[in-house]
């Protein structure tokens, strides 16, 4: 028989490790949990099954894995993991690295869809939150009647502020259709003295911790509008200190844990108690030190009044007498010589309004304007006159008169016109010639 080579059981276990690892990796695998074993190390084990198979899961440092809350015997989860070959013992399990209750993933994009809509309504903006009354005397609560929230949020609401009014307006806060209980308590709270009850002040809404599924109703839309408008400024305490609900965010305050939204709506009675023993403390101080201040003024005033002699009691009162009469004398004569400007500058005005005063004004106004128009019309002339004298002269040295007395003469043709040129005439044409002191006619011969 011929040698077969093969391989050791490690080596197999290697590949089918890195077989898994490579070709399955991270993968989501939903089913239901069963024999749940939590071990002091902090690392949990658990079968994850369904109708036809289980697989082994292990939860490494579970506590600060996310969803570690879900797992729980029976409980159907989606578990987030890397497959991999255990290979001490030949077997196959599930790297737990979170895990889920079925539908929270739906759940989750419903979340995140509602919170973008309001969000972008304006419904999570700081300026709609309205600040908590510092000393309120009745408080709302809206809760189960039946839940451990609410008998923690008394406990201590009965230690920090005993003369507190608590109004309970009861509703359920887990299961189908409790969101419209929650909101409809909200509307009573906010209308509570119509119905007889006495009005809340500020209000505080809230519930126990619990899975996604278990505080979803405080994540639907018409209880996050019912907040909204309520009239009441409204803390919102739901879950534990981890659990985020779309009620957080529209709310005017958010508590991590309803016995944290009782600290916060009232202050400590021992802290009050301090403070007004401080404040009646101060107030004794303040008092005390006024009191001895006046006592000292008063031992001053009967010391100096009574040690003094009757005419020096009556010299302050007439010396104070005295100067009050000067001081209405000066102010009598203050106030006339006031008038009296008063009533000069009155009559200045008077007088330079006055319609004679005015006609007499535009009367010289007038006359100046009359003056300057005739001086400007003179000189204008003058200016005229001079222009044509010089014209003349002008007109004397280039016109035909002054020629003719320099020995020259102009002759005119038959037709009257300056004769130019011998092409004009003919023999026998009677011709006028003008000379400087009269004319001469004569006939052409040739």
Known sequence: MSQVKAIS???LARRIRNLLEIEVGDIWVEGEISNVRKQGSGHWYFSLKDESAQISCAMFGARSRQGHEVIADGAQVQIFGETSFYEARGSTQLIVKKAQAVGVGDLQARFEALKRKLDQEGLFS?????PLPGFPRVLGIVTSPTGAALQDMKNVLSRRAPWLT?????????????????AHAIRRAG??????????EVLIVGRGGGSLEDLWNFNEEVVARAIAASIVPVISAVGHEIDFTISDFVA??????????????V??????LDRLESLGARLSRVVRGRIDRLSDQLDYYERGFFTQSSERKL??????LKGLRRDFSNAIEESVRVRERLIHDYQANWNR??????????QEKLDGSQVEFLNAATHALEGQETRIAGLSSLLQVLGPGSILNRGFSITFGPDGEILKSTDEISAGDELTTQVSDGKIKSVVLE
Request: charged share 30%.
């Open 9 to 11: 059981v490690t080596q």
């Open 126 to 130: 700081q300026e709609r939150k309205r």
């Open 315 to 320: 010299q302050q009162p007439i010396l104070r």
């Open 353 to 362: 309004y006055h319609p004679r005063e005015m006609l007499k004004r535009r």
């Open 166 to 182: 608590v109004v309970l307006f009861p509703a359920a806060v887990q299961g189908k259709g409790a969101e419209r209980g929650i």
């Open 252 to 265: 005017d305050l958010r508590a991590p844990t309803p016995s944290a939204a009782a600290e916060l709506v």
């Open 267 to 272: 202050p400590d009675r021992k802290d009050l």
């Open 191 to 200: 209308k509570a003295a119509e119905e007889g009850l006495p009005q809340p």
